[in-house]
């Protein structure tokens, strides 16, 4: 057990539609990651938080926005949802940066997305 | 700019048999490397890290990887490979020094060891 939970673990929805998931990080570690991993794409990091700020971005599309909250949990939130969206995403979480910035994340089990 | 390359989409090993993935990096500063493992189903699973000092680092499940400062490379190794060691397998890169907070993933190697 990584000790990051990330919820629902499947969603099935439609295209247009907006869906938020969530993640809540190990105890005492203050980064969030979050990833996109599709069958031809594979692992691609989308945005990084770390206690409450952004602090790094990749790949992640203007329809998509996350947000880390005071008690360090984090939320991804995809809108005008697109087949392509379909895939596992993947939250992540480090105790923090700088000195820290050496230890490893620790992933959740992923959220299924399917868009019908 | 950071990158790292798994060359090899699979990797096919009889049990029993020692096994290699293979992962090359470009960094800027010290790089700090990482091996995950996927299962099925579930999130990367961290296996070994290489920071600094010695070269051969040991990890989780009987898996080891060498650091290669000259031929920037860290691959993972095991001396004897088992069924249950079949999985997808990622390479990671940090900056240590000047790369920031973004680490970097190879595309994965999907590992088949055959009984």
């Known amino acids: 057990d990584s000790g990051v939970t990330q919820t629902p673990k499947h969603l099935i929805t439609a295209t247009g539609q907006r869906v938020t998931l969530r993640c809540s990080p190990r105890s005492g570690d203050l980064s969030v990651y979050w990833y996109q991993q599709s069958l031809d794409q594979g692992l691609q990091f989308l945005i990084q938080y770390y206690n409450g700020e952004e602090r790094a971005k990749g790949n992640i599309l203007e329809r998509f926005s996350a947000q880390q909250f005071p008690d360090l949990h984090s939320e991804l939130n995809l809108s005008s949802l697109e087949l392509g969206d379909s895939a596992l995403y993947f939250c992540a979480s480090s105790p923090g940066q700088g000195a820290l910035s050496n230890q490893p994340q620790h992933f959740g089990d992923g959220t299924r997305l399917s868009i019908l | 700019a950071q990158s790292v390359a798994q060359p090899e989409d699979q990797v096919n090993v009889a049990e029993g048999n020692p096994l290699t993935v293979k992962c090359t990096y470009s960094?800027?500063?010290?790089?700090?490397l990482f091996w995950y493992v996927q299962y099925p189903n579930r999130g990367l699973q961290f296996l070994l890290k290489?920071?600094?000092?010695?070269?051969l680092v040991k990890g989780s499940y009987g898996f080891e990887a060498e650091f290669n400062k000259s031929q920037t490379s860290f691959h993972l190794k095991k001396p004897s490979a088992l069924v249950s060691d079949s999985a997808l397998y990622f390479c990671a890169v940090r900056g240590g020094n000047t790369g920031g907070f973004k680490t970097i993933f190879g595309a994965g190697t999907r590992l088949f060891v055959k009984a």
């Open positions: 290489y920071i600094t000092g010695d070269n």
């Open positions: 960094v800027s500063g010290n790089p700090y």
